[in-house]
């Protein structure tokens, strides 16, 4: 059974850089059906799309978070990361990476809560 | 990109049925025929109950079932069960790789 899990620090300070990693195990990261993303959700509130990686390194991001947002992918470790800078409190939240295609995500990580503060 | 238009909530007895809404645009919903549905109960990741409109996944009961109609699809559940108390978001692939979300329903079983 395929299993991401998140890692990195709980606490951002606000204009830092907010990086996360996204280990794949039980399946290859290098599979040529699926991409890899990270989504997040506020305390509180709905689902938002940040981004996803192809194994190739072809990378897509939420239009609303490009500026900000670097996603990619280390296939030797069966990882993908996801960096984010210039954080503020509104990018405090539950961070989910996934497995998806075509619009739907069948495996995801447990998330892992990002708080922004000082 | 806007996100897709939920209702907040959705409620019904056990044993019944309810339906939730999910409104998008012509250049998400209504033309692509990949719009997904997630079920997620408090402190617990996003479970896909719904993929390509009408698809489930193994294991997630014939209870659940997804439809389209121009640019609003719908998620039906039938025979309300108590476990089915959750919060229930829509997905949409919206061209370029790029994907949005619902707000969210949160539905109560009374």
């Known amino acids: 059974q395929l299993q991401l899990q998140e890692s990195g620090p709980g606490l951002v300070r606000p204009s830092e850089t907010l990086s996360l990693i996204c280990t794949v195990s039980?399946?290859?990261?290098?599979?040529?059906?699926?991409?890899w993303g990270w989504i997040r959700q506020p305390p509180g509130k709905g689902l938002e799309w940040i981004g996803s990686?192809?194994?190739?390194?072809?990378?897509y991001y939420n239009p609303s978070l490009k500026s900000r947002v670097t996603i990619s992918v280390d296939t030797s470790k069966n990882q993908f990361s996801l960096k984010l800078t210039s954080v503020t409190a509104a990018d405090t939240a539950v961070y989910y990476c996934?497995?998806?295609?075509?619009?739907?995500?069948?495996?995801w990580g447990q998330g892992t809560l990002i708080t922004v503060s000082s | 990109q806007s996100a897709l238009t939920q209702p907040p909530s959705a409620s019904g007895s056990p044993g019944q049925s309810v339906t939730i809404s999910c409104t998008g645009t012509?250049?998400?919903?209504?033309?692509?025929?990949?719009v997904s549905w997630y079920q997620q109960h408090p402190g617990k990741a996003p479970k896909l109950m719904i993929y390509?409109?009408?698809k489930r996944p193994s294991g997630v009961p014939d209870r659940f079932s997804g439809s389209k109609s121009g640019n609003t699809a719908s998620l039906t559940v039938s025979g309300l069960q108590a476990e089915d108390e959750a919060d229930y978001y829509c997905?949409?692939?919206?061209?370029?790789?790029?994907?949005?979300f619902g707000g969210g329903t949160k539905l109560t079983v009374l």
């Open positions: 997905s949409s692939y919206a061209g370029n790789n790029n994907l949005l």
């Open positions: 990686i192809y194994y190739s390194g072809s990378t």
């Open positions: 996934a497995r998806h295609r075509a619009g739907y995500s069948n495996y």
């Open positions: 390509e409109v009408t």
């Open positions: 039980a399946g290859s990261i290098s599979s040529t059906s699926y991409y």
């Open positions: 012509s250049s998400d919903v209504g033309y692509y025929n990949y």
